[in-house]
């Protein structure tokens, strides 16, 4: 296996990381600070500014998009060249958009890359690779347990040249966000009388469709992350062209296996980023902070706690590096055991750093003063996002057991 990347790629991600650093993790607390200024779901005009100005600044540098990884639009990086531009851009929580890397975003763009018409390329997926509007998708419902995607059951019947939606989505991130102009929807086409997996089908939906109702924001441990948002959101007989259904019915699996693999990895390269900055202000807090005359880092069980936090974060790395490359390989069946331990491993991994560095900084690490307490949230979610660890585990421990049964596990 190799991790290594090649020269001129290498030089592209020391410029992003020179970015990132010099340009964009200035501006963070002036563009939180504007988060609750009038309405909390739109951008104020400095907000704006700063976000915009600086996907220019990274548009004309072409720093633009890396995250495609399999198409003739990127840069050309393999999966694990772009586990070191990912992890970089999980060290500011900006970082992502700046470089059209975001979630959800990505994912959607290659659904509508590698699944859709013409017509969707050119009417969203120009748009979206060039950063002018945003996305959400949209599976999990409130109503069933959506971790198994059998259960999916929002009503989608076709009605002449239209299907009509009915039913519930919440968890639709990014779906607060002003600049949300298109969903992608996981509904249910087929009865039982369908194998359960070609039941589901996948439909894409302007976000301005009559029918549509956005019930509220969810919050998580009582922030609703305006104005990105994770929303509820109320389909009331929604007709959607039939035309935008992708590929056919009873395809909707096939595509989400598609779309989720890659993002999961994505998330797991940029919460190893998060952790990275965590123990950055860690050890800089130990050195700096002082306490029963001596400074943090000699006081208790420190030099141990930093070690291991060192010594975690590079095994994750390497366990994520090992999944990426597995993805390059073009076999997903193989790559994903390898994806789902990273899935647990990345967010619990990065889930104890950032403790340890809140735990570093006493009572302030809870409080707005840093980023860690933002960080910690953002980090435990994804221990729920596409798919729980449980999920995962199981995942991991039936590849483990066909290795010494045919049976099924």
Known sequence: MNFDMRPENR??????????????????DAYHGEIGKGDRWSYTDRQAEILEGLKAKAKAAGLWNFWLTDSAKGIGL?????????????????????????????GNMEVFERY??????????????DGQIRSAYLMTEPDVASSDATNIRMSCVRDGDDYVLNGEKWWASGAGDPRCKVYIVMVKTGGVDLPKHNRQSMIVVDAETPGIEVLRPMQVYGHDDAPHGHMHIRFSDVRVPAKDLLLGEGRGFEIAQGRLGPGRIHHCMRAIGQAEAALEQMCRRSLQREAFGKPLASLGANYDIIAECRMEIEMARLLCLKAAWYM???????????????????????LKVIDEAV??????????????????????????????????????ARAELRRYTQEPV
């Open 328 to 350: 390059d390989q073009g076999d997903k069946r193989a790559a994903a055991p390898w994806i789902s331990q990273i899935k647990v491993v990345a967010p619990r991994v990065a």
């Open 11 to 28: 030089d592209l991600l020391d410029r992003v990381v020179a970015m990132i650093r010099d340009e964009v993790v200035p501006l963070e």
């Open 78 to 106: 393999s999966t694990v060249e772009y586990a070191y531009f990912a992890e970089e851009m999980g060290k500011t929580p900006l970082g992502a958009e700046v470089f059209n890397c975001s979630a959800p975003d990505t």
């Open 359 to 396: 735990q570093m900084h006493g009572a302030q690490g809870i409080s707005q003063d840093t980023p860690l307490a933002n960080a910690w949230t953002h980090v435990r979610t994804l221990r729920l996002a596409d798919g729980p660890d449980a999920v995962h585990r199981r995942q991991v």
């Open 116 to 129: 859709g018409t013409q017509a969707m390329k050119d009417h969203w997926l120009a748009r979206l690779l």
